[in-house]
């Protein structure tokens, strides 16, 4: 038997993409593959690709261009861009970096092998349709691998909203459901190895309809499985938060009190110029639905600074959103011209006022943040223990909401869900005592 082939794989971006390259890293293995952690002494090497803003879509260039003195050195390595980028940019790749032997979209990559064949013989694989076949029909299932006590499960991909800043919808498509059944058999494998924590995933997640119920329906059926101890799900679009799962947050136990839920602005005007489809006052009044439902939910969000005729008085509104939801935490950016979208065409923030307001959100956000990790002191939270600490002695996991907490104890094992008292909050995570 010859020896395996190594397979190297670079993950950008979101959560979506992880769970793609650990699907891509199966079909695959399929073909001899297994996963190496260096690029060094890979046989192939795939970048799996972000677009959603212009820094990160040129990083994948920067990190091509580092590969060179490999192909240089090793002429059967086959270098493989996948992803969003892939998706956008298609055969651009390989005129503008000619080392490139294959480019596959986030839709198409169930074709990983043959593509992988093509490549092996010598010829530019290229595959960036929206395939009328399901990839996920296609796709092998996966190895009978132990798990991590936590996985990512793709449920919905896509988009239909149009934000006139996003280039979801044109990467990503339109927004797709997987059937229910199709969820719950993988959900079901991924507990029988050992998960117990599932994340739902998909660009518009919260419009899923491969259920009779929604996504309230998928999490009720998943929340049967027995030994599957927590559901999340992100990200979500506010229209898109129903009666039935704003109620599934109050009602459902082993769904945890955290939902990211972007706004994105605070100002009307902006949310119209970017297609939102929801006032600020929207947004409001629909998280005082959800938090009557779960008073004790942690909010996350997204915001764009800068958007393309946003003004001071604009951007005010932001800050003051802010303040009156309280995020426990958030994600914020500087608007960045995607090639092909409305807002592209649109006149431009200047980048001082951009990188003035993205400091002022943020030392917002931190604050709030800060306050809700200092509130958690004294309380009692259940973690999910996924790995060691740095210092020895030490085991990380997630609370509830998403904090990230640190125990030192020689009892408790990966897998483990214990209830810890919490005694310290710190930069970016806390400490507590396993009760
Ligand atoms: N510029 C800046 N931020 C963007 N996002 C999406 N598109 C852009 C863009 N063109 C942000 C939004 C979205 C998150 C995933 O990325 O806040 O919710
Ligand atoms: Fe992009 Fe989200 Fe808007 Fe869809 S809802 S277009 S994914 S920002």
Redesign the pocket.
């Known amino acids: 038997m010859s020896a395996p082939k190594k397979l190297f794989i670079k993950t950008y971006g979101?959560q979506m993409n992880v769970y793609d390259s650990e699907r891509m890293a199966e079909a695959l293995g399929g073909e001899g593959y297994v996963q190496t952690d260096t690029a060094d002494d890979a046989d192939m090497i795939l970048l799996n690709t972000c677009h959603?803003?212009e820094k990160a879509a040129e990083k994948v260039y920067s990190e091509l261009g580092r590969f060179k003195p490999l192909k240089a050195e090793n002429p059967d390595l086959k270098i493989g861009v996948a992803g969003c980028v892939a998706q956008a940019e298609g055969a651009e790749i390989i005129a503008r970096q000619p080392m490139v032997d294959l480019v596959v979209g986030p839709q198409s990559y169930h074709r990983l092998p043959e593509l992988e064949r093509k490549a092996r013989e010598g010829e530019k694989a290229l595959d960036t349709d929206f395939p009328e076949e399901d990839k996920f029909d296609h796709l092998k299932t996966r190895p009978q691998a132990r798990r991590g006590p936590t996985a990512f499960l793709t449920v919905q991909e896509g988009c239909d909203k149009f934000c006139a800043?996003?280039?979801v919808p044109y990467t990503r498509g339109a927004e797709v459901s997987r059937p229910a059944e199709g969820v719950m058999t993988e959900a079901r494998d991924l507990v029988e190895r050992g998960v117990r924590e599932i994340t739902l995933l998909g660009q518009n997640v919260n419009a899923y309809h491969g259920h009779d119920g929604g996504l309230a329906g998928l999490i009720w059926d998943l929340a049967e499985i027995d030994g599957l101890e927590r559901i999340r799900f992100t990200?979500s679009h506010p229209n898109d938060m129903d009666e039935a799962l704003i109620a599934a947050h109050g009602e459902c136990e082993k769904l945890m009190p955290y939902l990211h839920l972007?706004v994105?602005a605070g100002s009307d005007k902006v949310l119209k110029a970017m297609n939102r489809k929801h006032t600020a006052e929207g947004y409001l009044r629909l998280i005082e639905r959800i938090r009557a439902a779960r008073p004790d939910l942690l909010l996350s969000g997204?915001?764009?600074v800068g958007f393309p005729g946003e003004t001071e008085a604009d951007f005010q509104a932001t800050l003051d959103l802010v303040e009156e939801v309280g995020y426990g935490q958030a994600?914020s950016?500087?608007?960045?011209?995607?090639p092909g979208?409305p807002a592209a065409e649109r006149a431009q923030v200047g980048e001082a006022e951009k990188n003035d307001r993205l400091q002022r959100l943020q030392a917002l956000l931190n604050d709030q943040q800060r306050a809700a990790q200092d509130a958690m002191v004294g309380r009692e939270v259940k973690v999910l223990f996924e790995k060691p600490g740095r210092q020895s002695g030490q085991m990380v996991g997630k609370s509830e909401y998403l904090h990230a907490v640190h125990v030192t104890s020689d009892k408790v094992e990966r897998g483990d869900l214990r209830p810890v008292r919490i005694v310290q909050s710190n930069s970016n995570s806390l400490a507590g005592d396993v009760l």
Do not use: A, G
């Not at 950016?333 to 995607?338: A, I, L, M, N, P």
């Open positions: 979101c959603i803003r800043f996003c280039v990200t972007p994105q997204d915001f764009i994600y950016f500087k608007y960045s011209t995607r979208t």
